[in-house]
């Protein structure tokens, strides 16, 4: 035995098995302390830990019960009788975690292979051995690195964050490593008021306030605040990382929004409508499958022909037109002889191309407009014959391609739809999709989706291409055809939104960014983390009436997003509510105080490698307390999150000193 490890034995192992060790510690102490070379040593911590040597190698272990004998009774002291505190026996259990392997550079190895003998020595543990633990040691690399004009800078960049500091070892920080943390998804789960919010900001607040090394430059991190609290928490940032805020203003309100501080620019939030995909407006609109569905795709694809120059959608526009007028002048239907010829006269008005529009009407002494319609002649079935010449044996019907339009022409759009199928014998159709033209009209006055309805002659060309626009929000610039790097925080402030508009417009963001990244050249070069906050509102395992397919784009991206560099963060107080499929993801998960027995029994299922004594600490953690595990610490660890400075908006109400006031005081309202 080497001989610093002479000077830290404390006790001797009585009793192997394979999931537990007992440790009798050596006589003379009352008080379970050891008094080592470095400092004093309470042993009897539960979450300690306790190093067995086996030959070169050390067995880990986990400090789980500790109980003493009185030397006259073969069994611990049950009666509550006193004890000769200085003579009894006292006890550790154990329980096995890892071993430190001599062969590989004494790094920590969870699992145990080789037990220890029978009354092997039992030594305390000091801060580098934590470090082996916990893969900590090196917190930095230095490297050389060469900017895009090749000038070269050398810096650090470090191997882990700091988030706080164990409870179980005094002082000693706790560290994540930044890969294997931010190189998959993670949960951050508590009851409210736990700390959540906290938590995030002050991740992100390490990660981006290290002066000593390089900057996180290349991070990418979107946030979805439905509570309207994180703006506060990253307006000290240093001036080199920037943000961008973007607030959905339900009043319709158009002011430009001030940045609080350096490094942020701030505006309204707006969504292009023609951004989203045929499944998200059938979402939108809560169009029902079987009939609803067919009329609005094929309504985003009349979009699409709309004031396009093209033969081919000329063609199809002048075959859809002709097709609805000859339904409108002959179709079936209560309609009287003049209503009918009002309505085909406003298809061509609406529609209309230069071959076929409204002006064609003057041919055939026709002008509905000014109510001039003959009363005599054959001039209706001469005007019939000239829209034959424009229906075709065979079209091919435009698809919705995401081009721009304005929001109210899709109004039309639905119309000349239905007006189509009526001309093709369904006759039911326009009382069938009743139920989606009114959801259709609700949404188009709804100031909650004002976001949306988008003008796209406010937009410069390059902003209406969903790719450019996805390409600001998660913070590249283009300078001189090459992409830059713009931003590092994004935080999209959906407080004053309404539920389905959280989960339509985060579906659609998703999305976007998973599309985008999945076609990048080289895949996986461009990392982005989606933070999701109260992510049981848009990842619900049972999700709401609202969207009952937005969560589908989050399970994919728990699923496939690793591949491509996109990432999760989720933070939920109801881990039982949360997608199964998003959760059993997560790599790495940062619990706060949870009590409710669903939600318990909840991470239990989705992280069968976690003990069950790990469990049992979850229902008494104080506030700004937090057990971590996953594959970014080598073991599960109950530390302090840092202090978070500036906060969140999220603090507690102060209940006292709200309600105690005297006569006529000034209520916190504005």
């Not at 001797?12 to 510690?25: F, H, M, P």
């Not at 272990?61 to 200085?86: H, I």
Request: proline share 5%; glycine share 6%.
């Amino acid at each position: 035995m080497p001989d610093d490890d002479k000077g830290r034995v404390i006790g001797k192992v009585t009793n192997v098995s394979a999931d537990r060790l007992v440790v009798e510690l050596h006589r003379g102490n009352d008080n379970f302390t050891v008094v080592g070379f470095d400092d004093v040593h309470y042993v009897a911590r539960l979450g300690s830990f306790v190093l067995v040597p086996v030959q070169a190698d050390y067995v880990v272990c986990e400090v789980t019960g500790l109980w003493e004998k009185d030397p006259q009774s073969s069994r611990p002291n049950q009666s509550g009788t006193e004890m000769d505190k200085a003579a009894s026996a006292k006890f550790l259990d154990l329980t096995p975690l890892g071993m430190i392997r001599s062969n590989m550079q004494a790094k920590f190895e969870f699992g145990v292979s080789v037990f220890p003998p029978l009354y092997a020595d039992a030594l305390y543990a000091r801060d580098e051995d934590l470090d082996r633990v916990f893969q900590v040691a090196d917190p930095c690399n230095k490297v050389d690195l060469r900017d895009r004009a090749g000038t070269e800078h050398t810096g650090t960049i470090p191997v882990s964050l700091e988030v706080g500091t164990s409870v179980v070892f005094k002082g000693y920080p706790v560290k994540v490593r930044i890969d294997e943390f931010f190189g998959g998804h993670v949960a951050i789960l508590g009851n409210t008021g736990s700390g959540k919010s906290c938590t995030v900001a002050t991740i992100l607040q390490s990660l981006f306030e290290r002066p000593e090394e390089f900057a996180a430059r290349g991070a990418s991190f979107v946030l979805f605040d439905v509570n309207g609290e994180y703006r506060p928490a990253f307006s000290e940032l240093p001036a080199r990382i920037n943000r961008l805020y973007l607030r959905a203003n339900t009043e319709g309100s158009t002011e430009d929004l001030m940045p609080i501080s350096m490094g942020e620019t701030a505006s309204n939030f707006q969504l292009p409508h023609w951004f989203m995909s045929v499944e998200e407006w059938e979402l939108l609109l809560r169009a029902s499958e079987r009939t609803q569905q067919p009329v609005l795709r094929m309504a985003l694809g009349f979009t699409s022909i709309l004031g396009q120059d093209g033969e081919d959608s000329i063609k199809a526009r002048n075959h859809i037109i002709a097709l609805s007028v000859k339904e409108c002048l002959h179709g079936a239907g209560g309609d009287s002889p003049v209503s009918k010829r009002q309505k085909a006269w406003m298809v061509l008005d609406t529609f209309g191309t230069d071959d076929l529009g409204a002006s064609v009407l003057t041919d055939f002494n026709w002008n509905p407009k000014y109510g001039n319609f003959p009363e005599h002649g054959d001039w209706e079935r001469q005007f019939i014959d000239h829209l034959e010449g424009f229906i075709e044996d065979e079209i091919v019907f435009p698809k919705y391609q995401n081009m721009p339009f304005d929001f109210n022409v899709l109004s039309n759009c639905l119309d000349l739809a239905l007006l189509f199928q009526e001309a093709h014998g369904n006759r039911q159709i326009r009382d069938h999709c009743s139920q989606m033209i009114t959801r259709f009209k609700w949404v188009s006055e709804r100031e909650e989706f004002s976001f949306l309805r988008c003008d796209p002659n406010s937009f410069a060309e390059n902003e209406k291409i969903p790719s450019t626009f996805i390409e600001g929000l998660i913070g590249v610039s283009r300078e001189g055809g090459y992409p830059s790097k713009s931003g590092q925080i994004t935080i999209i402030d959906l407080n004053d939104a309404a539920d389905e508009v959280v989960e339509i417009a985060a579906a659609v963001i998703a999305r976007m960014v998973f599309e985008k990244l999945r076609r990048a050249t080289p895949r996986n070069k461009y990392p982005v983390h989606m933070i999701l906050e109260e992510a049981h509102r848009y990842i619900a395992q049972k999700p709401s009436r609202y969207a009952i397919d937005a969560s589908r784009i989050f399970e994919r991206i728990a699923k496939e997003g690793r591949k491509y560099g996109v990432f999760l963060l989720v933070a939920s107080q109801r881990p039982s509510e949360l997608s199964r499929t998003v959760l059993s993801q997560c790599s790495n998960f940062v619990v706060h105080r949870i009590q409710n027995p669903d939600d318990l029994a909840h991470i239990r299922q989705m992280t069968p490698f976690i003990s069950e004594s790990v469990l049992k600490r979850l229902p008494s953690l104080p506030k700004q307390h937090a057990l971590i595990f996953g594959n970014a610490v080598n073991i599960p660890t109950t530390f302090k999150v840092r202090n978070v400075d500036p906060a969140p908006d999220s603090n507690d109400t102060e209940i006292r000193e709200i309600w105690f006031r005297p006569e006529k005081f000034e209520v916190g309202l504005t």
